[in-house]
Nanobody, 118 residues
Framework: EVQLVESGGGLVQPGGSLRLSCAASGFPFGSEAMTWVRQAPGKGAEWVSAINRSGGATNYADSVKGRFTISRDNAKNTLYLQMSSLRPEDTAVYYC???????????RGQGTQVTVSS
């Protein structure tokens, strides 16, 4: 059974940081590019950051460039998103999904809520 389980979300003040994790199982994680996607209340989903299979190539949406860092540990079957300088507009449910720069790929997790508010 394929599983993607996100964790690490929560409530943080503007300017703060969070680190999201996505634990993968049930498929060859190291053979898949991965993407973080977010969906804010009342808005459509948007891709945030993507990483290739080896971790050697990454890509970021303009809205998070310079503030977020995507990484992966293929030995641990885990994807990460380090988020810094968080803004209220970063408030959303964050999902991990398979694929490169996709909104939602073949597999996706249940999401983790990130709320940026004072």
């Amino acid at each position: 059974e394929v599983q993607l389980v996100e964790s690490g979300g929560g409530l943080v003040q503007p300017g703060g940081s969070l680190r999201l994790s996505c634990a993968a199982s049930g498929f060859p994680f190291g053979s898949e590019a991965m993407t973080w996607v977010r969906q804010a209340p009342g808005k459509g989903a948007e891709w945030v950051s993507a990483i290739n299979r080896s971790g050697g190539a990454t890509n970021y949406a303009d809205s998070v460039k310079g503030r977020f860092t995507i990484s992966r540990d293929n030995a641990k079957n885990t994807l990460y998103l380090q988020m810094s300088s968080l803004r209220p507009e970063d408030t959303a449910v964050y999902y991990c999904t398979t694929g490169w720069r996709v909104v939602f790929g073949t597999y996706r997790g249940q999401g983790t809520q990130v709320t940026v508010s004072s």
